[in-house]
T-cell receptor
């Protein structure tokens, strides 16, 4: 258990509304990530953060923004939700494997439905 | 660019052995990871390879050939609870903690 929580766990919203998803971690990890997972596409990186106020884009960043004002929280915002953003969203952190590289551990996920 | 291929679905019998293959073409390589994901749950880390060869961990083993861009996950003594998706992921380069994931292989274990 990497101490990662996500909120909300489920959300239904309407097209055009803003949505913010929260990822919270309790173990002071520097790197945090947001992914979306869709059938036929697998896990795709949206944005990631390598420190407070340090973020960068991933493979599918259009329509999403992120913020990290403190180490423990990484927020993902859909400024104006669209039906194509219906997905399962996972947050992840990187942690160091004993004798190996950093690897990623995932939060429980948020299921988002945009109507 | 990054390209990771794995079979979409596989079926195997309880008690048997199954091998899930993964081939990759990436702009850099700093390790290959396997994750397990049960339906409706988050992916969980299974194994890591950075050097050629076999890494064994109980019933699960993972193999890597860097020259061939190839890995496999071997599951022995299959149990019903092994029914899940198995995700192959590559770390593209030193200093980068990003992972590129394949689309996953859904394994169904039947009695």
């Amino acid at each position: 258990d990497a101490g990662i929580t996500q909120s909300p766990r489920h959300k239904v919203t309407e097209t055009g509304t803003p949505v913010t998803l929260r990822c919270h971690q309790t173990e002071n990890h520097r790197y945090m990530y947001w992914y979306r997972q869709d059938p036929g596409h697998g896990l795709r990186l949206i944005h990631y953060s390598y420190g407070v106020k340090d973020t960068d884009k991933g493979e599918v960043s259009d329509g999403y923004s992120v913020s990290r004002s403190k180490t423990e929280d990484f927020l993902l915002t859909l400024e104006s939700a669209t039906s194509s953003q219906t997905s399962v969203y996972f947050c992840a952190i990187s942690d160091l494997l004993a004798g190996g590289p950093e690897t990623q551990y995932f939060g429980p996920g948020t299921r988002l439905l945009v109507l | 660019g990054q390209n990771i291929d794995q079979p979409t679905e596989m079926t195997a019998t309880e008690g048997a052995i199954v091998q899930i293959n993964c081939t990759y073409q990436t702009s850099g390589f700093n390790g290959l990871f396997w994750y397990q994901q049960h339906a409706g749950e988050a992916p969980t880390f299974l194994s890591y390879n950075v050097l050629d060869g076999l890494e064994e961990k109980g019933r699960f083993s993972s193999f890597l050939s860097r020259s061939k861009g190839y890995s496999y996950l071997l599951l022995k003594e299959l149990q019903m609870k092994d029914s899940a998706s198995y995700l192959c992921a590559v770390s593209p380069g030193a200093g980068s903690y990003q992972l590129t994931f394949g689309k996953g292989t859904k394994l169904s274990v039947i009695p």
